[in-house]
């Protein structure tokens, strides 16, 4: 008989993790596991407050599909029984691992894409003032690709300071929705003269229209504003590209239809992640061969990862083996 088995893990943050939205020291997740008495798949999600999820929440869904995938619960079922979030995440993540495992064949092959390879990710630096975020990026200026975490006001002195800290590193800029209509032309200016490659969500995700109006050399991506499908044709052009989380999309399944489908509109891609361990961004890996930029650097930010889990070599992660997942 096949049974569903849900719990909720606390990993600790190497210090802190701090975002326009606020600081954690420890990513809390819930991982969901399907067995057939023989076998078993598991998946990771992170509940996200900001799209109204909780712990507690996200643990009850996952564990009201117990009857449904004891009945022999599908991705295709899974997708049109819940809606995107982190709980359909996880189960879809769990049902991929164990039909991977079932089949004697790697998830990349029934998902039909080829092998994933070791990829760069970004190496995220916390919110701070600018004369932390500089120390910070410079003790990062190794890694190729940063992601900066921006918060609003005084964001031009942490771009430069960031720059100063790290001249050679390519720069991506995540505002969390933190600039206004007020901050957007200082804020990309001040990107463009630090040679950022990319903003993330810079306005809020309820008010992002007036990107349609403005003129930009830098790509500009949406994160908040886009979770699944559902949400692309409301981009019109204000995005040039979409960062696709496992978490938002509701699963792998979902993602990868997700990004079929932004290709299709001429949009770029960034393959995301909430901070979670390597379990979670297994699945998020057959992802990266279809992304211009990556950003799986959850383990790296923790103070312990999850054994076995992801091989780095500095900002170069490795597909997973089967042991963690797939």
């Known amino acids: 008989m096949i049974r569903l088995a849900v719990a909720?893990?606390?990993?600790?943050?190497?210090?802190?993790?701090?975002?326009?939205?606020?600081?954690?020291?420890?990513?809390?997740?819930?991982?969901?596991?399907?067995?057939d008495g023989t076998l078993a798949g598991r998946g990771e999600c992170v509940p996200y407050a900001r799209y109204g999820e909780t712990v507690e929440g996200v643990r009850d869904l996952i564990a009201a599909q117990g009857d449904a995938v004891a009945g022999g619960l599908t991705r295709d079922d899974l997708l049109a029984r819940m809606p995107a979030g982190a709980a359909r995440n996880a189960l879809?993540?769990?049902?991929?691992?164990?039909?991977?495992?079932?089949r004697g064949v790697r998830a990349h092959a029934l998902a039909g894409l080829?092998?994933?390879?070791p990829v760069t990710t970004a190496y995220t630096l916390s919110l701070g003032g600018p004369e932390e975020m500089e120390a910070?990026?410079?003790a990062a200026a190794a890694r190729p690709l940063l992601k900066v975490k921006l918060g609003g006001a005084g964001d031009p002195e942490r771009i430069a300071a960031v720059r100063r800290g790290a001249p050679a590193s390519r720069l991506v800029v995540d505002a969390n929705e933190a600039w206004s209509p007020a901050t957007l032309?200082?804020?990309?200016?001040?990107?463009?003269?630090?040679?950022v490659a990319l903003i993330e969500q810079p306005l809020p995700a309820d008010d992002d229209a007036l990107l349609s109006r403005v003129a930009r050399t830098i790509p500009i991506c949406a994160d908040e504003s886009l979770h699944d499908r559902a949400g692309l044709d409301a981009l019109s052009d204000r995005y040039d590209a979409i960062n696709i989380k496992l978490d938002k999309a509701g699963g792998l399944t979902e993602a990868l239809l997700l990004a079929r489908a932004?290709?299709?509109r001429g949009l770029s891609i960034m393959v995301g992640c909430m901070l979670g361990t390597s379990l979670a961004m297994a699945p998020a890996m057959l992802l990266a061969g279809l992304a211009e930029v990556v950003d799986l650097d959850g383990p790296l930010l923790l103070a312990r990862d999850r054994t076995p889990g992801l091989r780095f070599e500095g900002s170069?992660?490795?597909?997973?083996?089967?042991?963690?997942?797939?």
């Open 262 to 264: 932004a290709r299709a």
């Open 92 to 102: 879809d993540c769990a049902l991929w691992d164990l039909e991977a495992k079932r």
């Open 136 to 138: 910070a990026a410079r």
């Open 114 to 117: 080829a092998a994933p390879v």
């Open 185 to 195: 032309a200082a804020n990309l200016a001040a990107c463009a003269a630090a040679g």
């Open 316 to 326: 170069v992660v490795h597909p997973p083996e089967p042991e963690v997942w797939g």
């Open 8 to 35: 909720v893990e606390r990993w600790p943050i190497a210090g802190r993790f701090t975002i326009s939205r606020g600081s954690r020291t420890e990513a809390v997740v819930v991982v969901a596991e399907i067995s």
